[in-house]
């Protein structure tokens, strides 16, 4: 399992860095990107032939701190529609069949 999860990391990583190049980044903007997928990180290496190539680092701890997604406010269930009570939520679509 761990050899697969490592395999569709480094795929990930590759498909980014062909995409970013399709977008017209050159190899030195994209050289030691650094991409981590669990606890894997890797990073985006140059060879003397100006060649890029995705390295595994390997840290004993990777610890990624990420901003909260935000609570959803009241949401009609019909149509979407939010609000800031649950109760006006609730009398939105109340009486649509």
């Not at 498909?15 to 997928?37: C, D, I, P, S």
């Not at 009241?74 to 979407?80: F, L, P």
Request: proline fraction near 4%; include cysteine.
């Amino acid at each position: 399992m761990l050899t697969k999860q490592r395999s569709t990391a480094k795929e990930l990583a590759a498909k980014w860095v062909a995409q970013q190049q399709e977008n017209g980044r050159t190899a030195g903007e994209l050289h030691q990107t650094m991409f981590v997928y669990g606890d894997d990180v890797m990073q985006v290496d140059m060879n003397e032939n100006k060649e890029l190539h995705i390295t595994d680092r390997t840290p004993q701890k990777v610890v990624v701190f990420r901003k909260p997604e935000p609570e959803p406010g009241h949401i009609c269930r019909c149509c979407s529609m939010e609000y800031d009570h649950e109760k006006d939520a609730l009398h939105c679509c109340a009486y649509i069949d």
